[in-house]
């Protein structure tokens, strides 16, 4: 009877642990999911800013052709 008890507790314990895995697995792919949305706007504003850095520098050359 004992040895039922140990062996159901031990079962118990393992699908608490795998129960435990599953949570934290779905908690990192919620949070990876979270960081890839920030790294791509950043990477659109990165783009965006080095866009409007060529059209500074382009403003520039004009202007130095211009005078």
């Not at 779905?26 to 783009?47: F, K, N, T, V, Y």
Request: net charge neutral; charged share 35%; aromatic share 2%.
């Amino acid at each position: 009877r004992w040895q039922g008890y140990q062996a159901e507790h031990k079962r118990k314990e393992a699908e608490l642990k795998a129960l435990t895995l599953r949570e934290a697995r779905a908690a990192l792919d919620s949070q990876s999911g979270a960081l890839r949305q920030a790294e791509l706007a950043i990477e659109q504003q990165l783009a965006e800013q080095r866009q409007r850095e060529a059209q500074i520098e382009a403003g520039r050359e004009a202007h130095v052709a211009a005078t």
